[in-house]
């Protein structure tokens, strides 16, 4: 459950769902594993895992989700050579060239054949609501697999209004002068041993430097040929350390020590209270850390969040058919 990246998005206008709510809407695309033709399969599942039912895990204002994919494994070379066997007879029973057209219905046919003995692979992704915040924080590197939450989230809500934050600073600006200590470093961030460098513009260049004082001359010549940040480790109140990019996203999230001090102190007697405390302590410790990332990078435009449509993030929901 432990979170480990951050793609977080803005709400633009206040949250008021109810849990309740959002757990009968949810209802309507709960996973299911996948049939015998189906390359892939999405839906909710119980945060909790086999010791939960709901949909839904709520906590001190927090809701958390959970979304599972199924997907058939069916390599592409395992559907060529079958094509191309296929075709081979073909053209030799029948004395005759089998054309573009009808290889690919050749290839469909195998496609149809091949799924139903394909195996699966299952991979779930966590996400929680932060209604008094003004957050959607998904456990997520890549911004394809947090769209495939927020899609289904929209869908079985109707609408939702988020964005990625809209800051008045390009992050990568606040982390190069950080490096560059042209700014002083925020007093609870301490940079850590990996970074990444590249030159503006979309043919730059650039420079990887892992495990290794970041702060000194062999860095200072980069950012002197006009290098800018791209990635930089940071470490957050001794609680959080992670690696922040240009794209906002936050990946490598660990929790520290003083993390684990404090889960030491809880007495949890099962394993959904155990889970009510992991999820308590890491979402009161990111909505921390987030509104104060924001600040530390020059702050959300306001003006922004105000500018946005909100019509943009609505999804029509067809009417039920009555008998």
Not at 24 to 43: H, I, N, P, V
Not at 198 to 225: F, I, M, N, T, W
Request: hydrophobic share 40%.
């Amino acid at each position: 459950m432990w979170f480990k990246n951050l793609i977080f998005y803005r709400f633009t206008q206040p949250f008021n769902t109810s849990v309740e709510d959002i757990e009968e809407k949810l209802r309507e695309k709960r996973f299911r594993s996948c049939g015998s033709q189906d390359m892939s399969t999405y839906g909710w599942v119980p945060p909790l895992g086999k010791h939960g039912e709901l949909l839904t895990h709520a906590g001190n204002g927090f809701i958390m989700l959970t979304a599972r994919k199924e997907e058939k494994i069916l390599p592409s070379s395992v559907i060529r050579d079958a094509v191309d066997e296929r075709v081979e007879q073909i053209e030799q029973e029948q004395d005759r060239q089998v054309f573009s057209k009808e290889k690919k219905a050749l290839k469909d046919d195998v496609l149809m054949e091949l799924l139903p003995k394909a195996f699966t692979r299952c991979q779930n992704t966590f996400a929680y609501i932060d209604s008094a915040k003004g957050w959607l924080v998904v456990d997520a590197s890549s911004f394809k697999k947090a769209e495939e939450l927020t899609s289904c989230l929209r869908e079985c809500l109707g609408s939702l209004p988020v964005i990625n934050p809209p800051l008045k600073n390009m992050p990568s600006h606040a982390m190069t002068r950080w490096l560059a200590q042209e700014i002083p470093l925020p007093d609870k961030l301490i940079i850590g041993d990996e970074c990444e460098l590249r030159e503006p513009g979309d043919e730059g260049g650039q420079v990887k430097v892992s495990k290794q004082e970041l702060v000194g001359e062999e860095v200072e010549v980069h950012l002197q040929a006009g290098k800018q940040v791209s990635k930089m480790a940071l470490v957050w109140n001794d609680a959080l350390s992670f690696v922040l990019g240009d794209d906002l996203v936050i990946r490598k999230l660990k929790f520290t020590d003083s993390i684990q001090e404090q889960l030491d102190e809880v007495s949890a007697e099962t394993a959904a209270e155990q889970f009510d405390a992991d999820f308590s302590i890491m979402t009161l410790t990111l909505q921390q850390m987030l509104d104060e990332l924001m600040d530390y990078l020059g702050g959300i435009s306001e003006e922004a969040l105000e500018r946005t449509e909100v019509a943009s993030f609505s999804v029509e929901i067809p009417e039920k058919e009555t008998v």
